[in-house]
């Protein structure tokens, strides 16, 4: 029995979370305790069902926080939605394996994160996985792969499931593709992501259900004595150890309500670990001391730390949707992605975007120090920014993301914007955990976020309207020719993208991995800045966007951290 007392303490038992208990926990001798807020969910068909994505939403092992009113974007608010339950978003979420471009974590050591770029991160993405490599039959319909990118001892299923859509179909949305100038990318996780692919998810193909983290890294070593697992349980905050001589502040445990609802402390020798998700970490670090004072004083909070960063340089994406209707029905799984470079999107507009939008970068930056109350600094995000403009422009890494799903009687492209410039933060609103934070993504709040979005919807429609599918697709529903018509107007599709857009749940960065002057809450290390033993372990740190999906990276991520904590004490 461990006496409440352990070597490391988690805080959330979610993506990041899992492997870090999973890694640490592989010495009998290091005492791990995981504290997640929701419960097991092996047995939840919302979850393990593979065509069940959006089954989970609404349900209580979503979160479902709601985003302040967005001013750029009428006002309205959001519903920004992220797991509760062990294995976190990663068994709500839409199950795509997708890494990052090269460019984009290379631009990471150009943060201030010395050891930090592909090349270092390819290992560690190949630690975490365990490639199923497709059968024949998934290869004749579209699964491809280069085996030298992958991992294949790791722990998490990758993989395409049984259902896998017929060939006629892919060749279909392959064509349509190619009509506007789209390459054939057959591997899109060795870090060059533009090109039409078929994805890979995180999927357990003999079982046929959602691979999550519970299931990778938490069931197959859930009998380690020395991992204790406490669910239902909702942490508070650090608490510090007001005995040690140490010049910089050290946490001693947390506190927390369990499964009975009773208020409790565990004790952490070690370190303590804030694996609680973008939205909940820095909410968590706020509420033990560590944040900007002014925030902090105005909830009689004890300034522990002053780092004015933390919950600040919030990024997120807006999805929008373009729907058909169609002649055919189409079942299985729909894993078609195709990924577009600024030149794909804007052809020869795109000198015209790339003027216009260099000439903006230092009104951005004002913008965005502005609505940070001060806190940024204009200097440095025109400095971020113009990291940012390059890897756009220069690098022409992809700027769009576009996700074909063939159904019954209906092909419906989802759209994103991997790159948006606007930042936003996520903040306590009183000094009590449980109130809702204060969440602002400011999408739109850049003008090239959302010329970004109206180039990517009229893509849409061109896909949509490509003599590859012109014998399939019937009519627009959505957004549909009366309330956008063919030659609508920029502001009319504006009006469009504003009216239907949601959040595509990527919030990253509130406690980035950055050189502290350029607002970084933690280090290389993901050890917060002026704390001798507290760490950010989640996708909190992930300084920029990546042009795939979330997961593939924090896995990765974590991975990489669990070699900075072992070698820290062994
Ligand atoms: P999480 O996995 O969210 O883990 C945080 C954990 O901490 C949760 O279990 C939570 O319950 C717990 N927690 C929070 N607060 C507390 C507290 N105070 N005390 C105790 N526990 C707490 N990514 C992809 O790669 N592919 C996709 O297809 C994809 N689709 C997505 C679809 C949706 C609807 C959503 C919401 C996200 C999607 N993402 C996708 C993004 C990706 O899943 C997440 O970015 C990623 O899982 C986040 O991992 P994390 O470790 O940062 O946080």
Redesign the pocket.
Known sequence: DSGGVYDFVI???????LVIANRLSENSYTSVAV????DLVFDNKNVTDVYGYGLS?GTDID?QYESAPQAYAGNKTQTL??????????T???????RAQKAQINAWEHLGNVGWNWESLLPFYKRSERFQIPTEDQCLNGAAYDIEVHGTTGPLKTGWNTGLLGKSVTSLINATYTSLGLPYRAESNGGDMRGFTRYPA?VDRELNVRED?GRAYYLPIQNRTNLDLYTN????RITWDETSTNSTPRADGVQ?TDSAGKRRTISAKKEVIL????L?SPL?LELSGIGNPAILEQHGIDVKVDLPFVGENLQDQTTGAGVYSSNTSFSGTADYVGHFSVGDIFGNDTYDLNCTVRDSLLQYAATVVEASGGILDQKVMEKLFMIHYDLIFKDQIPISEILVSPGENQMAFSYWGLLPFSRGNVHIQSNN?TTPAAINPNYFQLDYDLKQQIGTAKAVRKLAGSEALCDVVTEELSPGLQSVPLNASNETWAQAIKDGYRSN???IATAAMMAQDLGGVVDTDLLVYGVDNVRVI???VIPFQVC?????T?YAIAEKAADAIKSRYY
């Open positions: 805080v959330g038992g979610g993506t990041a979370g504290i997640e807020a929701g939403f979160w939605r992220a797991g509760k339950a062990l294995g976190g978003t990663s709500i979420n839409g199950m795509a394996y997708l995180t983290a349980s909702f942490v508070q927390f694996s609680a998700g973008a909940r968590i955990s749940y990527h919030y989640d996708a909190s795939g999906h979330l997961t593939a924090v």
